[in-house]
């Protein structure tokens, strides 16, 4: 997600398709981060980038320069290689590119070790420009499809990674707060949902596609619609006044009740549970775990994570139990433009 003040010093953050690491970036460079343990992984130091995408935690980034310097241009994808410092290969645009996605179509065994970037996994490249969305198959680099769109200032989209679900979710209308969801393993539309009277803000897809959750530019309303039937599942109240919503995600888990997050311009941090049909707390969802069966203790615990473009990572433990009855605290803090690896590439 890249930043929208020129007053911070980082300039778009993301987490990867698994919530395991995330990356941000600086005018310097960018940085790759473990979440759990909060370790400085790598860095490269050599300009300013926008777009900064991970692939689980191998070595493969896909990123887009801010555009300072002429090698740096935000017409040019370039798919890096952590493991050796350079670039594998570059894809040139007429427009600036405004977002990137990755996945992968994994073994029915996943290794748990790095991931070799010469595998046979058969990979989805998604490149959003203004008023095109471009597929391609990764390893070859081969255009598999290319959805034209209404102008997408924002580069606004949502992708759910898994096998059975994988889907893409963009805008369908200016005027109106619709989205067409797209089958990218099929390559072809599935639907179009009317989510919003207003423009869209933010899309989100759970992990393994099952929802889609929407905010309009009102920002008081989310909605969450169940992808299969098109049909609306949710829907929440983030607050009476409008507000600016900067982003929405869902809990990666797949056998707890699904989770969704959403922060705004109103300074909170909302998250909404539906499985227990709450209403709302304050928290960001990084995993969910099941924590105790009596109902007198919590029966999930979410582990949040936020990135601030101040330049801190905050992680927060929020509990809610079957009665609706919810908790959170501060777990970890600290700056993610001062922290040194000890392996850190700066040339």
């Known amino acids: 997600m890249a930043n929208q003040s020129s007053s911070c010093p980082i300039l778009c953050a993301s987490f990867n398709q698994d919530n395991s690491g995330f990356a941000i970036s600086t005018k310097d460079g960018f940085k790759i981060f473990d979440s759990n343990t909060g370790r400085l992984c790598y860095e490269r130091s050599f300009g300013a980038f926008i777009i900064v995408e991970m692939l689980y935690s191998s070595s493969l980034l896909a990123i887009v320069g801010a555009g300072e310097q002429p090698s740096l241009s935000p017409r ?14 570059e894809l040139p645009f007429l427009t600036s590119i405004l977002a990137v996605r990755l996945n992968r179509k994994r073994h029915l065994i996943e290794r748990r070790t790095v991931i070799p970037l010469l595998s046979t996994f058969h990979r989805r490249l998604l490149v959003v420009l ?20 209404v102008p997408n200032l924002k580069g606004l989209c949502a992708f759910s990674p898994s096998l059975d679900g994988c889907f893409l979710a963009l805008p369908a209308s200016t005027t109106k707060g619709a989205v067409l969801v797209y089958n990218v393993m099929e390559l072809q539309s599935h639907c179009e949902i009317d989510a919003h009277r207003s423009p869209l803000a933010a899309i989100a897809l759970s992990s393994n596609g099952t929802y889609i959750a929407t905010a309009s530019e009102q920002g008081t309303i989310i909605r969450v619609h169940l992808v299969s039937e098109a049909t609306k599942s949710y829907s929440f109240r983030r607050g009476t006044y409008p507000s600016t ?17 959403a922060t705004s311009s109103s300074g909170s941090v909302h998250i909404f549970s539906l499985g227990f049909d709450t209403n709302q707390s304050y928290a960001v969802v990084r ?7 009596s109902p007198e203790f919590a029966t999930c615990r979410a582990v949040v994570s936020l990135i601030a473009y101040n330049g801190y990572f905050q992680e927060y433990a929020f509990s809610i139990n079957n009665q609706n009855e919810s908790s959170w605290s501060l ?17």
């Open 245 to 261: 919503i900067f982003s929405l995600s869902f809990a990666p888990s797949l056998q707890l009740p699904d989770i969704l997050a």
């Open 331 to 347: 777990e970890r803090e600290f700056n993610l433009l001062t922290l040194v690896s000890d392996g850190a590439e700066t040339s």
């Open 287 to 293: 995993k969910v775990d099941k924590a105790a069966d």
């Open 130 to 149: 203004q008023e095109n969305t471009y597929i391609y198959d990764s390893n070859s680099l081969a255009m598999l499809d290319t959805i034209d769109t």
């Open 76 to 89: 040019r994808l370039c798919l890096f290689n952590t493991a050796t410092g350079a670039p594998l290969r």
